[in-house]
């Protein structure tokens, strides 16, 4: 059978550009970066209302983003939820120990993100440690609740 | 009337009859180690299948980037939300328009083509006299055609993604103003690979195999004449239209519809 | 040559649908022979063909091919046993995505493990001996009807079969080209020791080169025997066939109501 080459090297590039654009849908479109997991250590976080934070949302300091949120789960001891975050390896021995965690919101109707803000205590996290100093979501419902009541006691 | 329940339980029958021929097909078919000859007999109808319908694909894919993006565009700004702009074009056509869009073209393509090509082979007795020569057609014309179809559609599915949101970015960076990089860092804090990039890749998998098989089966079992293989054309591409709207609703509903 | 027939059919019945269009067909096929299956259009003889060649199987009854029952072999068997079988096609069926030499060369590349320097001069033999060895380079798109024709009685006979069996050959062929295909089966008959089975109406051509004739018609053999015995046999059937008359014991009307009731029939618009 007559091989013809221009074919061959067209379904050959044809191929090459599907991989290529897989390649470009990870790296650029979900933004997925060649690292290893295991440059990450997790720590771990109670609040009394995570609103709408969704798994691997953003755990950012000062706006950088410094990791993502692995799991959220129940706490059945304290009926709030246990949200454990990745955060990255640079970090570990640098966070204070009253670092403080605090869901908030990017923009108006963006997404939930967690945000941490160092104190001053001179002992630092490590691995698998827990925040104490949480600040839970701010629940539209709740706030407008409060204001209505603040106004009738008034 | 019961005439009536009758010819119903008739065409009842014939369906299933034809639904188990053309799973028979596809099994007697599909399956089997490929020969060196086999592989190059998949090249070349890659090239038909594939790289003949890369530019239709690809000049959709840019023209339907560019439109989501400028719809896009019109109702965000009013929330001020312009910036969730890449947000929406991509996952908009990384979970449904580039699966869909891209297994209708496919269809219209590449789908009825294979299905007059085989056709055209039945009536001119080509197939039978394969079968007389002593070589499987199923093997030697219907596999080739079946494995392309699988590996080029879900190709060209990204294929139309990428190009769509380059569109989609050309329409909204370049000419509506939104910021570069809210368009780049939107999407990536909201795109998951695996969610969103694989499930599509997963749903123009199944479309890809049920469009071919659709398009060749229907090719491969045809009434041998020039009306029959005009009605085959056109069943291909109803057959595989409806198919691919239809499992894009329940593949939808099992993925991101929190149907387990 | 030995005497023990090469191809034995034995009480063929085969209906497609409601229709029956084998009741009991009996058929001994000589070896090195050329069998003609001569009938009407619409008798089954294309049919009868893809029976004896395993594409179609039979409700009851069976064929002997060299004392092998067709239909009771493995898939994998027929296709062995196709290997020893040619068949030359109504249309041709020549390979469209390939040129004339590769559609010779198809047979040889499957079956055989050939070099290609070998493949290449069976090929150049084989269109050599219908004639078209200038034509290798062409596709069959660009061939005439008796060329394309031609070309399928090479591919045919790539692999040296023993037994060949060729589907109305002369149909729609003008005079030249059909003599040249009355030729040229005549010749391969006997330079290559093939058995042949020509199904065919076309009856000059036919009675010329056949050993043996049947005639098939309404599900049956009307009439057997050599050319010369054939032409004097006096079933009215086998008569009105040969002789080409329009109406006889095979009615030139299909069956239908009388006419004038038919046409009195005035309140049914159809």
């Known amino acids: 059978m007559k091989r013809s080459k221009t074919m061959e090297l067209g379904v050959g590039l044809f191929m090459l550009a599907g991989i290529l654009g897989v390649l470009f849908l990870g790296l650029r479109v979900s933004g997925l970066a060649m690292q290893a997991p295991s440059d990450t250590f997790r720590l771990e976080a109670n609040f009394a209302n995570i609103g709408g934070l969704k798994p691997r949302a953003r755990v950012t300091m000062a706006g950088v983003t410094v990791g993502r949120v692995a799991a959220i789960e129940l706490d059945t001891d304290w009926y709030d939820a246990r949200v454990v975050l990745e955060i990255d390896d640079e970090l570990e021995g640098h966070l204070s120990k009253d670092t403080t965690a605090s869901i908030l919101t990017s923009g108006l109707l963006g997404e939930q993100y967690v945000g941490l803000s160092v104190g001053g205590d001179p002992e630092t996290l490590s691995d698998g440690d827990a925040l104490r100093d949480t600040q839970s979501a701010l629940v539209l419902e709740e706030l407008i609740q409060q204001f209505v009541s603040n106004m009738v006691s008034d | 009337m019961i005439q009536r329940i009758r010819r119903l339980g008739r065409r009842g029958c014939d369906l299933f009859e034809a639904l188990g021929r053309a799973g028979l097909f596809l099994c007697q078919s599909a399956v089997g180690v490929p020969s060196r000859e086999g592989v190059y007999l998949w090249v070349r109808q890659m090239h038909f299948v594939g790289v003949l319908s890369l530019a239709i694909v690809l000049v959709s894919g840019l023209f339907i980037g560019m439109v989501l993006s400028l719809q896009g565009y019109t109702i965000l700004v009013d929330f001020g939300a312009e910036d969730a702009l890449g947000q929406m074009v991509a996952l908009s056509l990384l979970r449904e328009l ?71 970015y050309l329409v909204g960076v370049d000419w509506l103003g939104v910021f570069e990089g809210s368009y780049w860092s939107n999407m990536q804090a909201s795109v998951d690979f695996i969610d969103d990039v694989g499930n599509g890749i997963i749903k123009s998998l199944v479309f890809a195999v049920v469009v071919t098989w659709i398009a060749v089966f229907q090719g491969y079992d045809l009434v041998p004449t020039s009306e029959g293989i005009s009605r085959a054309t056109t069943r291909t591409v109803v057959y595989s239209s409806l198919a691919v709207l239809g499992l894009d609703f329940v593949l939808t509903a099992m993925m991101f519809g929190g149907l387990a | 040559m030995s005497d023990t027939p090469f191809v034995v059919v034995e009480g063929l019945h085969f209906a497609r649908g409601d229709r029956e269009i084998f009741r009991g067909v009996d058929m001994t096929i000589q070896r090195g022979g050329v069998t003609a299956i001569m009938g009407p259009s619409g008798s089954g003889k294309t049919t009868l063909l893809k029976l004896i060649g395993g594409q179609l199987l039979p409700d009851s009854g069976r064929v002997l091919i060299d004392g092998q029952d067709v239909h009771r072999q493995s898939r994998r068997d027929l296709f062995t046993m196709r290997r020893r079988m040619g068949m030359l096609f109504q249309s041709g069926a020549l ?52 060329m394309a024709r031609r070309v399928a009685l090479a591919r045919a006979i790539a692999l040296d079969p023993e037994l060949i069996l060729y589907d109305e050959p002369f149909v729609g062929q003008d005079p030249i080209s059909m003599g040249v295909l009355v030729q040229l089966i005549k010749r391969l008959n006997q330079a290559l020791g093939l058995t042949s089975i020509v199904v065919s109406h076309d009856i000059k051509e036919t009675l010329s080169i056949a050993d043996y004739v049947y005639v098939v018609a309404d599900g049956r053999v009307m009439a057997q025997g050599t050319p010369e015995h054939l032409d004097v046999d006096r079933d009215p059937r086998v008569s009105q066939f040969v002789h080409g008359e329009p109406d006889g014991p095979v009615p030139f009307h299909y069956p239908s109501l009388d006419f004038v009731s038919d046409m009195l029939r005035t309140g049914d618009s159809r």
């Open chain 2, 98 to 168: 580039a699966p869909v869009v891209a297994a209708l073209l496919f269809a219209g393509r590449a789908g009825s083509a294979l299905t007059a090509e085989i056709g055209l082979m039945k009536a001119t007795e080509q197939l039978t006299s394969m079968e007389m020569i002593g070589v499987d057609p199923l093997r030697r014309v219907v596999a080739p055609r079946l494995w392309a179809g699988f590996v080029a559609l879900p190709l060209l599915t990204v294929g139309f993604g990428v190009v769509g949101i380059y569109g989609g």
């Open chain 3, 95 to 146: 390979f469209s995505d390939l040129s004339v030499f590769e559609n010779v060369a198809f047979p040889l590349r499957v079956h055989t493990d050939l070099p290609e320097a070998m493949v290449r001069d069976l090929v150049l033999m084989k269109l050599e001996a219908v004639g078209l060895r200038g034509a290798r380079e062409l596709m069959p798109a660009e061939l005439s009807g008796g």
